[in-house]
């Protein structure tokens, strides 16, 4: 059973960094698409990043510039980076396969820019 867990969440003011950390067990990150989405309350769940099996990365406008995503072949997971972070950046991140039209959702990470 493909399962991705996400983590790293904290608080941070803004202009700060975070990193998010998604371990992939079940296949190889290589294998498939990881995306990862984030969700503010009152808000609709919305896309950030993904990178391809091929290793193609696409951002959300919102985040171009100043965020990451990338993997790391041998510990299986893909991380997300987060630099210059703003309050807007605020809400709870998922990575999930997004390569899947009904892909399944963890708990996610909680993610808090303010000063």
């Known amino acids: 059973q493909v399962q991705l867990v996400e983590s790293g969440g904290g608080s941070v003011q803004p202009g700060g960094s975070l990193r998010l950390s998604c371990a992939v067990s079940?296949?190889?990150?290589?294998?498939?698409?990881v995306g990862w989405y984030r969700q503010a309350p009152g808000n609709q769940r919305e896309f950030v990043a993904d990178?391809?099996?091929?290793?193609?990365?696409n951002y959300a406008d919102s985040v171009k510039g100043r965020f990451t995503i990338s993997g790391d072949y041998a510990k299986n997971s893909v991380y997300l980076q987060m630099n210059s972070l703003k309050p807007e950046d605020t809400a709870v991140y998922y990575c999930?396969?997004?390569?899947?039209?009904?892909?399944?959702w963890g708990q996610g990470t909680q993610v808090t820019v303010s000063s």
């Open positions: 999930t396969r997004s390569d899947l039209k009904a892909p399944q």
């Open positions: 079940g296949t190889h990150f290589r294998l498939i698409a």
């Open positions: 990178i391809s099996r091929g290793g193609s990365t």
